[in-house]
């Protein structure tokens, strides 16, 4: 079992920054892929970033150049910081593992005032 407990969102101005901490515990080892998915009110939930084992990044098109993935392997934490919000950034942020099965944390909202 993997537990992800995710941290740092809230509200800001468009045009600002947050960064989103994910931290990962329990069984860690044959974790493949770890990343953040988000969903908005009435939309589907959506990949945003993701990070191989090996460091491989993958990101959304709508988000390319504004975030990035970041992991710190001593603290079991996957970061993603967030620039040049929008509102269109406006969700409920989650974090996930994927090993055999995939892992989620409980999601932290993100809300973008214009």
């Known amino acids: 079992q993997v537990q992800l407990v995710e941290s740092g969102g809230g509200l800001v101005q468009a045009g600002g920054s947050l960064r989103l901490s994910c931290a990962a515990s329990?069984?860690?080892?044959?974790?493949?892929?770890m990343g953040w998915y988000r969903q908005a009110p009435g939309k589907r939930r959506t990949l945003v970033a993701s990070?191989?084992?090996?460091?491989?990044?993958n990101y959304a098109d709508s988000v390319k150049g504004r975030f990035t993935i970041s992991r710190d392997n001593a603290k079991n934490t996957v970061y993603l910081q967030m620039n040049s919000l929008n509102s269109e950034d406006t969700a409920v942020y989650y974090c996930?593992?994927?090993?055999?099965?995939?892992?989620w944390g409980q999601g932290t909202q993100v809300t973008v005032s214009s």
């Open positions: 329990g069984s860690l080892f044959s974790i493949n892929v």
């Open positions: 990070m191989t084992r090996s460091g491989s990044t």
């Open positions: 996930y593992a994927l090993k055999i099965s995939d892992y």
